[in-house]
């Protein structure tokens, strides 16, 4: 706080104040260009598709995509799958983060533990579990309840994995520290391991919402009834490209607010760092 | 013998790998005096650090005993202050937080404690930096915060382990003069480990000389500096004319373990 009140009480020299303004306007064209490429593929896509220079029954056309996304919206069909979907991935998601972190820490508590399974978890971590797929809905179920399995095997291993590995990482002499305290083993967790370990966590939340995505998606290819993933197949299925488009991009708009909401919750938490 | 308040008693330690043995420590006897700064001197590897691990406790002796104040060091000893040579200050909690870890884990973390913790930041020229974080101060003053945390404790007893050679030359002079000054009006007794022997004699009452590995004690000189009066800052006691003399006595020593 004291630091930000020094800046703004000082009187910058005209050259910084030109930086500045260099800095602003080059952040400023970034953006700018940022929102004129999109812009640019839109009407491109658009344009080619009204002069028949590609054929929108393959590729569709940005105004089609809209009108539908539009109708979606109006009759509610929109709202249900997203839903559905958001639903599904924030299950997985939430229990894959939740379930692998006290899995790490068992692993942790416990070296014996830790060198027994160690190499269980290598294979499962290498195994790509959309292989699993069929047999999970076969034991969960061909429903919601298999579709958030499907998210979770895919969350589960690389949460523990790296979290484990985050643990381990913490130096030994901070330890040491809090042990000349007579700290105990779960004070060493929730004084310094976990604590320490928050940058690490952040980092697999973010890469366990997209793989959170992926197992929805797939469990939703193999059996729902509903959800951005059935919407996709089914758009696929019976050539309708623009429901196809319209659910991809329903779907980056929510992995992408998701995103966001992680990094708002590493802001917040990763103060000190700024 | 038995009113010494710190007494090490025939400690040697082997270290265990699974390719061979260690013997870092051989027999190693001294005491420390109530109010005492006694400073460890050896060469590089010779174990300096293990003795300071044994007094508090973190790892066993493979033989022989360590008294405080009469008691039997068994286990972690709660009373005992340990300073490392980097601060280990938690980047994610502001310097209060940071000197309040001590007191949080052993759960006496009373009005009355902070405000002796505080009294304590604030006399050593930290008062406008206990909502700062870490990595917002100079390396000085961090060493000075992490003796702050050891002091928060009120120990008994202050291990510090090389705890100024993570500063650099000019840094080192001004917080050894700072926490000798602390040591002192605190009223501490100190066993510190150093590499540096003009550190060592300009800050303390002995300097206990180790051999190389397996370390055995080589000598302990009483420094006794002709300014040596207990209110002299080590810089000033670097100028006094015995001081040259016990360096060099002191610097034979460790020469001829080098050689050997």
Known sequence: MLKSNQVEEKKYSPEHIQYLKYMKRKNTMVQLSQIALLVLILFLWELSANLNWIDPFFISKPSAIMNLINQFIKDGSLLLHTSISVYEVLMGFVIGTILGTLIAILLWSSEFAAKVLYPYLVVLNALPKIALGPIIIIWAGAGTSGIIVTALSISLIVTIMATFNGFKEVDEEKIKMLQTFGANKFQILQKVVLPATIPTMINTMKINIGMSWVGVIVGEFLVSKAGLGYLIVYGGQVFRLDIVMAGVIVLSIATVIMYKLISILENTLLKWRQ | ?260
């Not at chain 2, 006399?123 to 992490?146: C, E, I, W």
């Not at chain 2, 540096?196 to 303390?204: G, L």
């Open chain 2, 1 to 260: 013998m038995e009113n010494k308040f710190v007494q090490i008693k025939d400690i040697s330690k082997i270290y265990h790998t699974l390719d061979d043995e260690t013997e870092a420590l051989k027999n190693i006897s001294f005491d420390v005096d109530r109010g005492e700064i006694l400073s460890i001197v050896g060469p590089s590897g010779c174990g300096k650090s293990t003795i300071l691990s044994i007094i508090a406790g973190l790892i066993k002796p493979s033989s022989g005993e360590v008294f405080i104040n009469n008691k039997r060091i068994e286990d972690m000893n709660k009373n005992i202050g340990y300073m490392f040579q980097s601060d280990h200050l938690f980047p994610w909690r502001t310097i209060m937080e940071n000197v309040l870890i001590g007191l949080e884990i052993q759960k006496k973390l009373d009005k009355e404690n902070v405000d002796r913790v505080t009294k304590l930041l604030n006399t050593y020229g930290l008062k406008d930096f206990k909502n700062h974080y870490p990595s917002q101060l100079s390396g000085g003053m961090k060493q000075r915060v992490a003796l702050i945390r050891t002091l928060a404790i009120e120990p008994q007893l202050l291990l510090l382990d090389e705890p100024f050679s993570a500063l650099d030359y000019q840094s080192r002079l001004a917080v050894s003069n700072d926490i000798s000054a602390i040591l002192k009006k605190e009223k501490k007794t100190a066993i510190m480990v150093t590499h540096d022997i003009a550190e060592a004699i300009s800050m303390s009452d002995r300097v206990l000389v180790l051999s190389k590995r397996p370390a055995i004690v080589k000598t302990i000189y009483e420094i006794e500096l002709t300014c040596s009066d207990r209110k002299n800052t080590p810089l000033k006691r670097r100028e006094a004319p015995e001081f040259r003399h016990y360096f060099n006595k002191i610097w034979k020593e460790l020469d001829i373990h080098v050689e050997e």
